[in-house]
T-cell receptor, first 114, second 112 residues
């Protein structure tokens, strides 16, 4: 089955700890995205990548980092600098960024503070 | 299951009735629009899209209407079923190289 896999489904972070959320896609999509979802605030863009070895900051990139070393993978690290990391994190991909293409989403990772 | 939105606008509809979910978009340069459905604890699922050269597009039990004059988008669901209960998001995009911009969502509750 083609799709986007996010892992883990639930993640807990201790104070001062960095954690990495995994996102893998086998759709052969060029573009990948990370969103944060908080109650009542919809989806906010953290980072996106249009092509391997390239990525851009979204609206709320502070406290997060990403890498895009492989086309199929776009991991997100939530660093200790992110003071309010508790949220539902969604990864998405599209065949191309913009250019009127729908984004396909994974089923999310819920991150909580211990 | 997890809540994806505690303070979202809510639309309650009787099973079998038609539902209309509205969205006001912000960018007059947007030329592509999508509706997504998100069930609790899951990622958004694509429902239907429409480009700005159209004002109506139909899918299976769903219709999207676009009014560019007032920057308004709506999703109509015919014969609403309990399985339609979810949060619905609209998103807007353009032909440039920028990601989609998502609205805040509307929760649809179907009363059996």
């Amino acid at each position: 089955d083609g799709g986007i896999t996010q892992s883990p489904k639930y993640l807990f972070r201790k104070e001062g700890q960095n954690v990495t959320l995994s996102c893998e896609q086998n759709l052969n999509h060029d573009a990948m995205y990370w969103y944060r979802q908080d109650p009542g605030q919809g989806l906010r863009l953290i980072y996106y990548s249009q092509i391997v070895n390239d990525f851009q900051k979204g609206d709320i990139a502070e406290g997060y980092s990403v890498s895009r070393e492989k086309k199929e993978s776009f991991p997100l690290t939530v660093t200790s600098a992110q003071k309010n990391p508790t949220a539902f994190y969604l990864c998405a991909s599209s065949s191309r960024s913009g250019q009127n293409q729908p984004q396909h989403f994974g089923d999310g990772t819920r991150l909580s503070i211990l | 299951g997890e809540s994806v939105g505690l303070h979202l606008p809510t639309l309650s509809v009787q099973e079998g009735d038609n539902s209309i979910i509205n969205c006001a978009y912000s960018n007059s340069a947007s030329d592509y629009f999508i509706w997504y459905k998100q069930e609790s604890g899951k990622g958004p699922q694509f429902i239907i899209d429409i480009r700005s050269n159209m004002d109506k597009r139909q899918g299976q039990r769903v219709t999207v209407l676009l009014n560019k004059t007032v920057k308004h988008l709506s999703l109509q669901i015919a014969a609403t079923q309990p399985g339609d209960s979810a949060v619905y998001f609209c998103a807007e995009g353009n032909s440039g190289n920028t990601p989609l911009v998502f609205g805040k969502g509307t929760r649809l509750s179907v009363i059996a």
